[in-house]
């Protein structure tokens, strides 16, 4: 299991960028793929990137594709998720996760709140 722990977030224009960070100890990012959802208000938890075990190929949702990029520093046990060309539709609390090879659950770190003013 791996404890995680978001930062970044917070208030910025349309058109602005944003880093979101997910810190993680316990546990090897190495070993772990780790993904990105989010959740606005009054909507369903929604899927925004992820990538494969270790890193490498990432996937992206249609509605952030071109504007979002994940990456990650296993030396830091750190995964990134860098968003530009923010728009209101944005605005979510964004959840990072992490799972083992070979395990069925997902680790959760605490989410952040981005909001995009039109």
């Known amino acids: 299991q791996v404890h995680l722990v978001q930062s970044g977030g917070g208030l910025v224009q349309a058109g602005g960028s944003l880093r979101l960070s997910c810190a993680g100890s316990?546990?090897?990012?190495?070993?772990?793929?780790l993904g990105w959802v989010r959740q606005a208000p009054g909507k369903e938890r929604e899927f925004v990137a992820a990538d494969t075990w270790g890193g490498g190929t990432s996937w992206y949702a249609d509605a952030v594709k071109g504007r979002f990029t994940m990456s990650r520093d296993n030396s830091k046990n750190t995964g990134y998720l860098q968003m530009n060309n923010l728009k209101p539709e944005d605005t979510a609390v964004y959840y990072c996760n992490a799972q083992a090879y070979g395990a069925s659950d997902l680790d959760w770190g605490q989410g952040t709140q981005v909001t995009v003013s039109s």
């Open positions: 316990g546990a090897a990012f190495v070993d772990y793929r």
